[in-house]
């Protein structure tokens, strides 16, 4: 069983940053996510990063803004969350899969209770 605790969430105005985080117990054996999720809409994927931190994956079109990094010494994952939008809104969730990196919410074994980011115009 893997906990994971989010942190780092809260408001901002747009254009600002914000960088997220996602820690646990132990994080080696897993590859990892981000998604994040809107009222009434499926929750999306964001971002992904493999066991060493050597592949990553994220929606292209937050490539560019928003990066997914690792500390497996720290056991700790992060999303840098830069120029930030109104629409980048949502509830943000850390996601852990054993193993092999993926982008499909159903692949995770294990979920964080997710953060809050709000953007204002």
């Known amino acids: 069983q893997v906990q994971l605790v989010e942190s780092g969430g809260g408001l901002v105005q747009a254009g600002g940053s914000l960088r997220l985080s996602c820690a646990a117990r132990?994080?080696?054996?897993?590859?990892m996510a981000w998604f994040r999720q809107t009222p009434g809409k499926e929750r999306e994927f964001v971002a992904a990063?493999?066991?060493?931190?050597?592949?990553?994956y994220s929606t292209d079109s937050l490539k560019g803004r928003f990066t997914i990094s690792r500390d497996n010494a720290k056991n700790t994952v992060y999303l840098q969350m830069n120029s930030l939008k109104p629409e980048d809104t949502a509830v943000y969730y850390c996601?852990?899969?054993?193993?092999?990196?993926?982008?499909?919410?159903?692949?995770?074994?294990?979920w964080g209770q997710g953060t809050q980011v709000t953007v204002s115009a």
């Open positions: 132990t994080l080696s054996s897993y590859s």
């Open positions: 996601a852990a899969k054993f193993a092999i990196i993926g982008t499909h919410k159903y692949e995770y074994d294990y």
């Open positions: 990063i493999s066991l060493t931190g050597s592949k990553t």
